[in-house]
Nanobody
């Protein structure tokens, strides 16, 4: 059974940094494009960042571009989200996801095949 397990969430002050990790198992990780989504209370889940299977292509939502960096280590079956200059509006549950895709990044939530359980990120002002 495919598993995506997020870690690295927590409580941080505004302006601080966190690094989220998502470890994948029971799938050929290098064959999957990966994404990070987030859902704040009362809001719909939305894409934060995405990365292609090789790592050569990335995508960032407007609100995080320049502050967040998505990366992956195919040897470790892990995708990361480095979050800098955090703001209170970044508070959300963050989910990683996997989409079997030959090229490019996956932007549509409905196209992702697998999801992690989520990790809470809380940014205090």
């Amino acid at each position: 059974q495919v598993q995506l397990v997020e870690s690295g969430g927590g409580l941080v002050q505004a302006g601080g940094s966190l690094r989220l990790s998502c470890a994948a198992s029971k799938l050929t990780f290098s064959a999957y494009a990966m994404g990070w989504f987030r859902q704040a209370p009362g809001k719909e889940r939305g894409l934060v960042a995405a990365i292609s299977r090789s790592g050569s292509s990335t995508y960032y939502a407007d609100g995080v571009r320049g502050r967040f960096t998505i990366s992956r280590d195919n040897a470790k079956n892990t995708v990361y989200l480095q979050m800098n200059s955090l703001k209170p509006e970044d508070t959300a549950v963050y989910y990683c996801s996997a989409d079997y895709r030959l090229v490019g990044t996956t932007l549509a939530e409905k196209e992702y095949d697998y999801w992690g359980q989520g990790t809470q990120v809380t940014v205090s002002s």
